[in-house]
């Protein structure tokens, strides 16, 4: 079970690629795995909500959403 590994999922809409899910309509999914599950309106927000967690972060997704998040991720400290 996703839920015994994970104690919050944060969802966000990936704005590259036109096939993408709502983040809303995905955290809703989620919680069918991980009752902590919330939509977050950007990338920024999610990695702020993750790293209020004060755990690891883990990206799941496409390619699309890794290579926009990575560079984010990794100046977050200065970013945020």
Excluded: Q
């Excluded at 104690?7 to 069918?32: D, F, H, Q």
Aim: aromatic share 6%; with cysteine; glycine share 4%.
């Amino acid at each position: 079970k996703v839920s015994n590994h994970f104690s919050k999922m944060i969802t966000v809409e990936v704005g590259s690629n036109p096939r993408t899910m709502s983040a809303n309509e995905l955290a809703e999914i989620c919680e069918g795995f991980c009752s902590d599950s919330v939509a977050a309106n950007s990338y920024m927000e999610a990695i702020s909500l993750a790293k209020m967690a004060n755990k690891p972060i883990i990206v799941f997704g496409s390619i699309y959403l890794s290579s926009d998040i990575r560079p984010l991720l990794l100046n977050t400290d200065k970013t945020l």
